[in-house]
């Protein structure tokens, strides 16, 4: 067990957070995570300004797009992609219902807010600039974690709670 | 970089115990390291579905509900969080104290249990841990184990990692976070503003970091109060102030940031007794640290 504190100047920092890359899975990596060796058909679906307030009325949460980016798993099931918005920026999710519409997986596809959105800012950092007399940003100040004020998730277990409604609403209902 | 490690590591997140938990591997080749991370992802999901002060089916929900009526068995992972938690409450003279769960809901902090109102006087003295992980609560009391549950479940999710093969890996539960193995991170408290356009970063190897308290102006997410509560005189702490504590253990760290937050630096003999290290920020700005050397 190791650790030391340390004061940086913010300026030499690279925030890294998450590490690499900001995109977690991309949409076929989820759906293979979520329903393994399943294929996927799109059945992609357009809400009624009815079902939109059927939704909006089960659920408690608005609904914010008119389209619903649903597959069909070929093992049975539903996976859909959605987005709710954070504090900051649209955090991309997707949710894996089974044919009875419960909940099979929930994964984060992207989440680049995190907690070091203000300090990853331009226009933040910028303010700080003209002390630094244009010196570079040193790479092996990379940070790769974040702690401090907790961060909620309440944005996201309201866009499931709105995606549950939809499946009643909208993918439950036998065909015409 | 260790020559076992692979060109890029695989880490992804998930709502759980009410914040974002995210879980990154560097060592293992990514079918391997989704499988582990799927595996850490149940044990904190295991955590959640026992801990949840929300979820009615939880050990926590049934011990609020029954647990002043008649003894309730919990599950083996509950009764090692309700030891634990009795263990820091002893440690720091009940100033941490999962009966403060009275003061929370009655700020606003948790919905109210289905159960009569707490006793006044009940605190962690009248929690009675009993054989065959029964739990009986000698007074109407409510507990919350939100201020330890988190850490526990870090370290369940890491001991989960580590019987997958990993060696080196991150769980990060909202700030709550475990490093494992040989190569140190750099992990960025947030915690407003600092003087002079510094930020405040732990490099840390093989060990937990938890934080608690922030700063005026900080805004936290929605249905989140930031609110902790000192057993002892029963009111909200550490406004302004921030606590970051370091410890081998997540569970460890988590459980000490509210004493530390709530009175500091008296408990530096406790910190070091637990091999752990604290830095606290004031609401002027500046940092104190004490506990074991860092």
């Known amino acids: ?176 | 970089m260790p020559s076992c490690w692979h060109s890029r590591p695989v880490e992804r997140a998930r709502p759980l115990l009410g914040t974002i938990v995210a879980v990154r591997v560097h060592d293992l080749p990514e079918p391997c390291a989704h499988r582990a991370i799927e595996a850490a992802f149940a044990e904190i999901a295991a955590t959640h579905r026992a801990m949840s002060f929300h979820e009615p089916d939880s050990d926590v929900s049934r011990l609020n509900r029954e647990a002043w009526r008649r003894p309730v068995r919990v599950s083996p992972h509950t009764a090692v969080v309700l030891r634990l938690a009795q263990f820091f409450a002893a440690a720091t003279d009940g100033v941490f104290d999962i009966t403060t769960a009275a003061e929370l809901v009655a700020a606003g902090g948790l919905p109210r249990p289905d159960s009569p109102l707490p006793d006044p006087c009940a605190s962690w003295r009248d929690i009675e841990l009993g054989p065959e992980r029964t739990v009986h609560f000698r007074r109407k009391l409510w507990i919350d184990l939100g201020g330890v549950a988190k850490g526990y479940a870090v370290d369940r999710a890491v001991t989960c990692l580590i019987r997958h093969g990993v060696r080196q890996c991150c769980v990060n539960a909202g700030g709550d976070l475990r490093i494992l193995g040989p190569a140190p991170e750099r992990v960025m408290l947030r915690v407003g503003d600092l003087p002079g356009a510094m930020a405040a970063v732990l490099e840390l190897a093989d060990c937990s970091l938890a934080s608690s308290g922030e700063r005026q102006g900080l805004a936290v997410g929605a249905g989140q109060t930031g609110q902790h509560f000192d057993g002892v005189s029963r009111r909200s702490v550490g406004c302004g102030a921030v606590a970051c504590v370091v410890a081998e253990s997540c569970a460890v760290a988590d459980a000490l940031t509210k004493p530390v937050l709530a009175i500091g630096e008296k408990w530096a003999a406790a910190l070091r007794r637990l091999g752990a290290t604290a830095y606290r920020l004031d609401a002027a700005g500046h940092w104190r640290h004490f506990g074991a050397a860092a």
């Open chain 1, 1 to 176: 067990m190791r650790s030391r504190f340390l004061l940086l100047p913010v300026t030499t920092l690279t925030i890294n957070v998450p590490a690499h890359a900001t995109v977690y899975l991309t949409i076929e990596q989820a759906q293979a995570l979520t329903f393994s060796g399943a294929s996927f058909t799109p059945d992609f679906r357009t809400l009624t300004d009815a079902q939109m307030a059927s939704i909006e009325k089960d659920s408690g949460v608005n609904v914010r797009h008119r389209q619903v980016k649903v597959w069909r798993a070929s093992t049975g099931g539903w996976f859909i992609a959605d987005d709710v918005v954070g504090k900051h920026e649209y955090i991309p999710f997707a949710l894996g219902l089974d044919q009875a519409g419960r909940v099979v997986g929930i994964e984060i596809l992207e989440y680049r807010e995190s907690y070091g959105h203000e300090v990853r800012e331009p226009r933040w950092r910028a303010q700080f600039s003209g002390k630094q007399h244009g010196a570079r940003l040193r790479l092996d100040d990379d940070i790769r974690n974040i702690s401090g004020a907790t961060l909620s998730c309440r944005h996201l277990t309201d866009g499931v709670k709105r995606l549950l409604a939809t499946y009643a609403v909208v993918l439950a209902q036998p065909p015409r």
